[in-house]
Every structure is written in structure tokens, then in C-alpha cells.
């Protein structure tokens, strides 16, 4: 199913304003899993940083990265002030692999359903390339369930087993619901309590 592909330039403009996923919180479908996440994380399209700083405040070791250099700023300046420690850099996360680094897991809120199907198969490509064997991928989308088309492109789980079906095991796909900014503008809404998303945890087979 093709959709709207947002560009580079079209996420440089929510940052001008309120994006509508910068929510100065983490998720709370991965504030839920935290305790099955240690060690080494990778958070890709990191944003301005929220859910990495949650995790490095658990003790992981977390690598934040985005394609743009607003949020990752905004990330650095948010862990100064807290005086967190975690690494913020700005990276396309199709080419993952250029940070010559493997990581226990990979978080993804909110980036996997921009990609294009051809993009889709792209990244996960390269998170292969930068999970450990037996590593886990945490990641939140938007789901089928969310109706409109206000924001992402809408993903069916049927799309998320055949993408995840070569070389990983899908543990858990579940029903959840993204936290958004308040005060969103009148062109963008979702359903009241947050956009339908999926939950899922996948694990690196080989």
C-alpha cells in the first residue's frame, strides 16, 4: 500500500512549529518494556530525544540518531541539562551500518511507517546489520486501527509479518496508542486518546 511519503523538508517544518510526536515524554509502550531492555540501545529517528534519555537514565547505553540536525541538538541539550549521559548524532537511518557498531537493541517510535515500501525493506536491511544475532527491535507505528490520514501511513500487521519474515521472529504485535502534543493544529487530528499504533517486539533470528 503506497501513501503520502513525507520528505526531508517536510520534517524540517514540524520542527519549526510543534511536532506533533514531541511530546517531552517517552512513550509509554516502552516505559512498559523497560525492563526487558539492557545494555546497548540504538534509537532510530531519535528526535529530540526522549525515549533515548528514558533508557540511558535505566542504565543502557544508548546511541540516539536522526537524519536532521534540529532534534539531535535539542537532544544533546536536553541530556547537558539533565546531565544524562548518551550519545546524540545526526545519521540516515538507511545507512545505519556506517556507525560500525552492533547494539543488544534498536528502538523505533515512529520511523518505520514514513518509509516507502521500497525504503521499508531498506532499514531493516540495515538494522540487521547493526542488531546483534539474538538481538531485540522495539517498535511503535501507526496501525490500520487509526482512521483518516491525518499524519503516517497506516500499517496492517499482515505488512509487519511479510517485512519481518526472513531472519527475525515476531514475539508480540499489540494494540496501543502514540502520545501526541497538545494544542495540534486543526489540519492534523487523531482520535481522541492518541493515534492507534502498534507495539511490536521483534527479535534478530540471524
Not at 546531565?83 to 545526526?90: D, K, R
Not at 531498506?122 to 544475532?133: D, G, I
Amino acid at each position: 500500500m503506497e501513501t503520502k511519503i513525507p520528505t526531508k523538508e517536510t520534517f524540517r517544518e514540524f520542527y519549526n512549529h510543534a511536532a506533533p510526536w514531541d511530546i517531552s515524554r517517552p512513550q509509554e509502550p516502552f516505559v512498559k518494556a523497560a525492563a526487558e531492555i539492557s545494555g546497548s540501545v540504538l534509537d532510530t529517528g531519535c528526535g529530540t530525544g526522549d525515549n533515548a534519555l528514558f533508557f540511558a537514565q535505566q542504565g543502557c547505553q544508548v546511541t540516539g540518531v536522526d537524519f536532521l540536525e534540529e532534534p539531535i541538538q535539542r537532544a544533546k541539550k536536553k541530556a547537558s541539562q539533565r546531565g544524562i549521559n548518551a550519545t546524540f548524532l545526526v545519521q540516515d537511518a538507511l545507512q545505519l551500518s556506517k556507525l560500525n557498531q552492533q547494539f543488544d537493541n534498536i528502538i523505533d517510535s515512529g520511523l518505520f511507517h514514513v518509509f516507502s515500501d521500497e525504503d521499508r525493506m531498506r532499514y531493516v536491511a540495515e538494522l540487521a546489520k547493526v542488531l546483534k544475532p539474538n538481538g531485540r527491535f522495539f517498535m511503535m507505528c501507526f496501525s490500520d486501527a487509526e482512521p483518516g490520514t491525518d499524519g503516517p501511513r497506516r500499517v496492517f500487521r499482515q505488512e509487519l509479518q511479510t517485512t519481518f519474515a526472513d531472519g527475525w521472529q515476531i514475539e508480540s504485535i499489540d494494540a496501543v496508542r502514540f502520545g501526541v502534543a497538545e494544542n495540534l493544529s486543526p489540519q492534523m487530528q487523531f482520535t481522541p486518546g492518541g493515534p492507534h499504533a502498534w507495539f511490536c517486539k521483534i527479535r534478530r533470528t540471524k
